[in-house]
């Protein structure tokens, strides 16, 4: 059965500050998303990464794929306020059936 | 706006009714998904429909069900509520159904189901 971890759970961040999210998952998958979600909204596609070695950047926020460590990072840069949401990363084993993290509630103060 | 549409948004209901979610996919896409975030569960997927075809199930429950109509859009039959079936339902769409990378997946706004 696949797995999907991220840690931290919780991410409580200065602004202006920099910091990476974490992404391990349990079986051989070259396809992960990254999603944006707001309370009570919907999920924002962010990055979709689909080879090993991917990196994809938007801003202030940059993405990674490492297959062989079955690892992806979400690095944010520079923090601002409106970063503050959940985040969550998704494998995608089979035709875009995704197993999703828990997610990461990223909180940015000023 | 992802273009996916889904009806109603927010629905309460008591336990052992049965409601109907809806959800009309992107212009041109032919798979559907339907997902379930709750507060225990995290975001699971329950079933997929490509084409007007079953295509695969996950964590879906016996007393739910879904089909995908000629015209593309797709309902979620959700029956014999129990409260834990409070949650938040998406529905998603690509453009693909099988195979390796099958377009990227976008979410609908989520109908929000409450059980009393």
């Known amino acids: 059965e696949l797995k999907v971890e991220q840690n931290p759970l919780f991410l409580s961040m200065q602004e202006g500050k920099n910091y990476t999210i974490y992404c391990n998952y349990s079986t051989t998958s070259d396809r992960l998303y990254w999603y944006r979600q707001d309370p009570g909204k919907s999920l924002e596609s962010l990055f979709v990464?689909?080879?090993?070695?991917a990196v994809k950047q938007e801003g202030r926020l940059m993405a990674s794929l490492d297959t062989k460590a079955r690892l992806s990072t979400l690095h944010i840069t520079a923090a601002v306020h409106d970063l503050s949401a959940t985040y969550f990363c998704a494998v995608d084993k089979v035709g875009s059936r995704l197993t999703f993290g828990e997610g990461t509630q990223l909180t940015v103060n000023p | 706006d992802s273009g996916v549409t889904q009806t109603p948004k927010h629905l309460i209901t008591a336990t052992g009714q049965r409601v109907t979610l809806r959800c009309s996919p992107r212009s041109g896409d032919l798979s559907v998904y339907w997902y379930q975030q709750s507060l225990d569960q995290g975001l699971q997927f329950l079933i997929q429909y490509y084409n007007g075809e079953e295509r695969a199930k996950g964590n879906i429950l016996e007393r739910f069900s879904a089909q995908q109509f000629p015209d593309l859009h797709s309902e979620l039959n959700l029956s014999s509520l129990e409260l834990g079936d409070s949650a938040l339902y998406f529905c998603?769409?690509?453009?693909?159904?099988?195979?390796?990378?099958?377009?990227?997946?976008?979410f609908g706004e989520g109908s929000r189901l409450t059980v009393l």
């Open positions: 998603a769409s690509s453009v693909a159904g099988s195979g390796g990378f099958t377009g990227e997946l976008f």
């Open positions: 990464l689909l080879s090993n070695g």
